[in-house]
């Protein structure tokens, strides 16, 4: 034990060492916490790493980066020395920060704190979801645990405590955060920053409470992690621990950010009397885990692969079910079930909300909610509200908690959910962290945005976004979706039910939409379609959204009192239509015709398809939706207006 703890250690000081660059003072600290949860408890299988009913481990902590890798490693993830010796190099298998779906056996990507311990949060409220839907007498298919590292610097975050309120009061008992608790932050000592009784402030948030007093005491940490496997709630274990142990400067935030150099890591093998080179492994530490953990997970792992296949014979509908979530699929006949309308004089909102009811039913992956505002955003998902007595339902009440709800969703859907969340638009500014990590994970994520214009109304300018759609549309990796009438709508959602990758954004209006006109699917998904056109037209609007339908009618205007010839099209995505090949694009957008962009919000974002933009670029106003419409020049007849002007 103790040799495979200090390989731990010094293998992830020889990555730091080598790089020039990390954070040794977790991997000194936490080895013996993570070799105790990797050796004892953590059910996992190196050759099956994808395996949907392992337990999880999210690295909260995403610096200690080099103790998850040296760890992994050892545990019989396909990262070889040689990977190791890459840390921080460019491309290498073992980034700054772990990176899902790059490194085989990171959960979750992370970095920015407190991301995993929400993210965490998601996973384990999706791990009873499941149960409660699939398990049977007998028949536990759906049954493990997550699992969270964590220091002082990701419970200092919002979102962290956001999440774990939500965890408590759901009673998410699968859920076991280990609190790497050294009382050291990058800037100093916690005191300077915070002066709070931790185990008052999680037994508050209704979750059990366990502390490891010594470091290294790992009989505690084992009994204390056995407690929580059997606990009614959440649990959360303090381990204090000492940053940069053994070192000259443990104890200190000296070792909490930079390498402590290859002649400190020498005299500290002198110490532990650790006779290994650098990046040297003896056979018995890969021995040990061979025992422990990798003999474990591999026994556990074919005994579930025998109850699936006993499962499948004795519950076909619910197996085809499962392994519809575990493969990442929907099967949804969305046009025979959704049919297209001719005219919906309806808010794009309503729409959406219809679609949710409509759709679920077809199909388990389907759950998600709104942050306090359902009656308002329509985002509600059926069956009830998921709770302590209801662990199938799938509307989940966020409460105000709008980055959390984001994270908590990424969470859910890297348990192959096709979970979403549902929120005014301007406060998608709370989100905006967790939605970033989802475009980095290259995961589905769902959000849905209301009210996503000034047309919000009298709220004000604290409520009418306007660089939002710039601000995700500059975002790598992500699609923007803002559909123009109902139909749009039913596209959008179909895309982003299923997707398998990239992250996507739906906003809709508050206010009612009628724009007739029809398109197709395929049409759709390339971004960007007409849906006016006329013979030698001279010009283009360009719109999304509830602009599309003032376009319209503005280039009925301009045809039946003005002959002017007016091409509308409607560009539901940038990111879409950028995909397209330069044939489609310039046949919906020829560079002979001037075009004009129209869309309520910030013009930044347009320059590269439009000659001009007919936007907004200051706040909003105060005042009836129709009004501040009309202020800012969103009529028919002010388009048509600023038209004949130029």
């Not at 009913?53 to 050892?74: E, I, K, M, P, Q």
């Not at 496997?229 to 303090?238: L, M, R, T």
């Amino acid at each position: 034990m103790e040799k495979s703890i200090n390989t731990i250690k010094f293998l992830g000081l020889d990555m730091i060492n080598k790089a020039n660059s990390g954070h040794p003072g977790i991997v000194l600290g936490a080895a013996g916490t993570v070799y105790e949860l990797f050796t004892k408890h953590l059910n996992a299988n190196p050759k099956a790493p994808d395996w949907f009913n392992r337990d999880r481990f999210f690295l909260a902590a995403g610096h200690g980066s080099a103790l998850l890798y040296a760890t992994l490693h050892l545990a019989g993830y396909d990262i070889k020395i040689e990977d190791l010796k890459e840390f921080r190099q460019l491309n290498s298998l073992t980034p700054g920060h772990p990176e899902y779906g790059h490194t085989p056996g990171v959960d979750s990507t992370t970095g920015p704190l407190g991301q995993g311990i929400a993210m965490a949060v998601g996973n384990a409220l999706a791990e009873s979801y499941l149960a409660a839907n699939f398990n049977r007498e007998s028949l536990s298919i759906i049954n493990h645990f997550t699992y969270v590292l964590c220091g002082d610097g990701d419970l200092q975050e919002g979102v962290a405590m956001e999440a774990m309120a939500i965890a408590g009061r759901l009673r998410l008992n699968k859920l076991i955060v280990l609190f790497d608790s050294n009382d050291i932050q990058l800037d100093g000592p916690t005191h300077l920053a915070t002066d709070e009784n931790i185990k008052q402030k999680v037994e508050a948030m209704n979750w059990n409470y366990h502390l490891v007093k010594e470091p290294n005491d790992l009989v505690s940490l084992d009994k204390a992690i056995e407690m929580a496997k059997q606990s009614d709630k959440p649990s959360f274990i303090e381990v204090k621990s000492i940053i940069g142990e053994g070192t000259k400067n443990a104890g200190t935030s000296k070792t909490h950010g930079a390498p402590i150099g290859k002649e400190e890591t020498e005299l500290l093998r002198q110490k532990l009397k650790f006779a290994n080179r650098e990046f040297e492994v003896c056979q018995e530490v890969y021995e040990d885990f061979k025992a422990s953990f990798i003999r474990r997970g591999s026994i556990l792992f074919e005994r579930w692969q025998v109850l699936l296949k006993a499962y499948a014979t004795r519950f076909p509908k619910e197996h085809i079910e499962l392994m519809a979530i575990i493969n990442n699929e929907i099967d949804i006949d969305f046009e025979n079930i959704i049919p297209q309308e001719d005219s919906v004089d309806e808010a794009t909102r309503v729409t959406i909300g219809k679609l949710i009811t409509k759709l679920s039913s077809y199909s388990k992956a389907m759950i998600g909610g709104s942050a306090d505002l359902t009656s308002s955003t329509k985002v509600k998902g059926i069956n009830g509200d998921f709770d302590v007595d209801n662990r199938m339902g799938r509307n989940i009440n966020f409460g105000v908690r709008e980055h959390a709800m984001a994270a908590i969703v990424n969470g859910m859907v890297l348990h192959n959910l096709k979970a979403f969340s549902g929120g005014f638009f301007i406060f998608s500014d709370y989100m905006k962290p967790a939605i970033r990590i989802a475009a980095l994970m290259d995961i589905p994520s769902l959000f849905i945005f209301t009210h996503d214009s000034v047309a919000v109304g009298e709220d004000g300018p604290t409520h009418q976004p306007i660089e939002q759609l710039s601000m995700f549309r500059a975002m790598p990796n992500i699609n923007v979706m803002r559909p123009g009438n109902a139909n749009e709508v039913k596209h959008a959602f179909k895309y982003a039910l299923t997707a398998k990758t990239t992250p996507n954004i739906i906003a809709l209006t508050r206010q009612n939409i009628k724009a007739n006109y029809k398109l197709d699917y395929q049409q759709f998904v390339k971004g960007a379609f007409v849906v006016n056109d006329e013979e030698n037209f001279e010009a283009i609007f360009l719109a999304t959204g509830s602009e599309v339908e003032m376009a319209l009618v503005a280039a009925k205007i301009l045809k039946h009192d003005y002959n002017r010839n007016i091409r509308v099209v409607s560009m539901p995505s940038q990111e879409l239509f950028l995909k397209q090949d330069k044939e489609y694009q310039n046949k919906i957008l020829p560079d002979k015709n001037i075009t004009i962009a129209v869309e309520m919000g910030s013009s930044m974002s347009w320059y590269r398809f439009a000659d001009t933009v007919y936007g907004i670029d200051e706040f909003g106003r105060s005042g009836k939706g129709e009004e501040v419409q009309e202020y800012f020049g969103f009529t028919p007849e002010k388009l048509v207006k600023f038209f004949l002007s130029l």
